[in-house]
Nanobody, 126 residues
Framework: QLQASGGGLVQAGGSLRLSCEVSTRSFNTYAMAWFRQAPGKEREFVAAINWSGVHRYYTDPVNGRFTISRDNVKKSVVLQMNSLKPEDTANYYC?????????????????????WGQGTQVTVSS
């Protein structure tokens, strides 16, 4: 089970910190990711992190503004979002996939992930 939190309303230029707690005994066997979906649009990849936290990936529009991290003891993954823009407004979902060799060339595909959180809404006002 994945439980996401931390969304809210923020002005452009502000920051939010999303957190996703995972209920599993083997959190360190999962790669984790954040996706987002705006009204009328498809779900899109935001960021991903491998099981150890060494490898991190971002979609170009958020690169340099967002940071994904994980704590394998606390079984959580965090998305720190800075310099937010109105176009970042969306429902944000955390997702988990069992770590495998092909993660490194498929981390951006929603179909790669087996488990999803319920989503947390982020709204950025201009």
């Amino acid at each position: 089970q994945l439980q996401a939190s931390g969304g809210g309303l923020v002005q452009a230029g502000g920051s939010l910190r999303l957190s996703c707690e995972v209920s599993t005994r083997s959190f360190n066997t999962y790669a984790m990711a954040w996706f987002r979906q705006a009204p009328g649009k498809e779900r899109e990849f935001v960021a991903a992190i491998n099981w150890s936290g060494v490898h991190r990936y971002y979609t170009d529009p958020v690169n340099g503004r967002f940071t994904i991290s994980r704590d394998n003891v606390k079984k959580s993954v965090v998305l720190q979002m800075n310099s937010l823009k109105p176009e970042d407004t969306a429902n944000y979902y955390c997702a988990a996939a069992l770590q495998s060799a092909n993660f490194y060339n498929s981390y951006g595909s929603p179909q790669k992930y087996n488990y999803w959180g319920q989503g947390t809404q982020v709204t950025v006002s201009s």
